[in-house]
C-alpha cells in the first residue's frame, strides 16, 4: 500500500496528476458532444496544463512562508519541476502551432497570460518611503477562482467544440456546456480555497474566507446543481453522456461533503482533482455500456 501511496504522491506532486486531469475532462467535453478532435489537442492541453501548474509552483516556492508537503517535495525537486516548465512549455507551442488556427492561438494568449501571471508577483508599487508588497493575480480581492474556472471552461470546453467546428451546435447550446464546465470548474476548485485559509490574506476574499467552510461547501454543491440544470436543457447531450455526467456529479458531492481544511494534501490534490478522471470514466463507461 505504501508503494501505490509513493506513486500517487509523485503523480500529484509532479503536477501530471492535474494534466491527466485536464486531459481527462477535454476528453469528456468530446464524449458528450460526439466531436472530432485530432489527437495532437490532447497533448496540447497535457503540455499546457503542466507546463501552467509547474511554473506556479517553482515561483510560489520562493515566497510562500509555511511549506507544505507538496512545497517541501518541490524544494528536493526543483531542477525536474524547471524541466517539466521548459520542456512541456515548449511541447505547447510546438503543439498549438499544430492544431490552431492563428485567431485561435490569438483568442489563448489572455489564458496563457492568465496562468504566467496568476503566481508570478508583478503588481504593486515600490517608492523610495515605503515598500509595497508586490502582488500576482491570485492575490487580486474576488477573482482567483473565476480566472481559473474560465481558463479551464476554455481550454477544456470551447476549444474541442471550437476545433471540431461550430457547424453541428448552436450558440446556445455553446454557451450551455461552457457554464455547466464552468460551473463544475468553480465547484471543485472551491475545496482549495478552503485548503488555503491558512495561507490566503484575508484581503484575497475568497469564498470560503467570505462566507467560511460550511456555507462554501453548500455553495460547491448548489453550483454542482446549477451544472446539472444547465445538462437537462442541452439538447446536444446524449441521454447516455448525460447519464454519466450525473453519476459523477454525485461522486463529486460526496467528495466535497468530506472537505476540511486540516484534510492532507492528497485529499485536494488527489481526490479532488480525479473527479474529472472519473466524469471521464462513468461518462465513457455510460455511453458503451447503456
Known amino acids: 500500500m505504501s508503494v501505490i501511496t509513493d506513486i500517487f504522491r509523485l503523480l500529484v506532486f509532479s503536477n501530471f496528476w492535474i494534466s491527466i486531469g485536464a486531459v481527462a475532462y477535454s476528453m469528456v467535453t468530446v464524449l458528450q458532444l460526439d466531436l472530432d478532435v485530432p489527437v495532437e489537442f490532447y497533448w496540447f492541453v497535457g503540455c499546457c496544463t503542466l507546463c501552467s501548474y509547474s511554473l506556479q509552483r517553482f515561483i510560489q516556492f520562493s ?43 490569438l483568442c489563448f494568449v489572455p489564458v496563457a497570460l492568465i496562468s504566467l501571471f496568476y503566481s508570478t508577483r508583478v503588481l ?120 454519466g455526467l450525473m453519476l459523477s456529479y454525485a461522486a463529486t458531492l460526496i467528495l466535497l461533503l468530506f472537505v476540511e481544511e486540516d484534510k492532507p494534501e492528497l485529499y485536494f490534490s488527489g481526490f479532488i482533482d480525479a473527479t474529472m478522471v472519473l466524469q471521464l470514466l462513468f461518462v465513457w463507461g455510460a455511453i458503451n455500456l447503456l
Open 63 to 105: 515566497y510562500l512562508k509555511k511549506q507544505s508537503a507538496r512545497q517541501k517535495w518541490l524544494g528536493g525537486n526543483r531542477l525536474y519541476v524547471g524541466g517539466a516548465v521548459l520542456f512541456s512549455g515548449l511541447g505547447g507551442v510546438i503543439l498549438g502551432l499544430t492544431v490552431l488556427t492563428a485567431f485561435q492561438i
Open 124 to 243: 504593486g508599487k515600490t517608492s523610495a518611503s515605503k515598500t509595497k508588497e508586490k502582488k500576482s493575480l491570485r492575490d487580486v480581492p474576488g477573482i482567483k477562482i473565476f480566472m481559473v474556472a474560465i481558463s479551464w471552461s476554455f481550454l477544456c470546453g470551447l476549444m474541442p467544440i471550437w476545433l471540431s467546428g461550430f457547424s453541428s451546435i448552436n450558440v446556445g447550446q455553446v454557451i450551455l456546456v461552457c457554464a455547466e464546465k464552468l460551473f463544475f470548474i468553480v465547484a471543485i476548485t472551491i475545496p482549495f480555497d478552503i485548503r488555503d485559509l491558512r495561507h490566503d490574506k484575508e484581503s484575497n476574499s475568497t469564498i470560503p474566507q467570505v462566507f467560511g467552510v460550511k456555507k462554501s461547501i453548500y455553495i460547491a454543491i448548489g453550483l454542482l446543481v446549477f451544472g446539472s440544470f444547465c445538462l437537462l436543457f442541452t439538447s446536444s447531450v446524449s441521454a447516455e453522456a448525460a447519464t
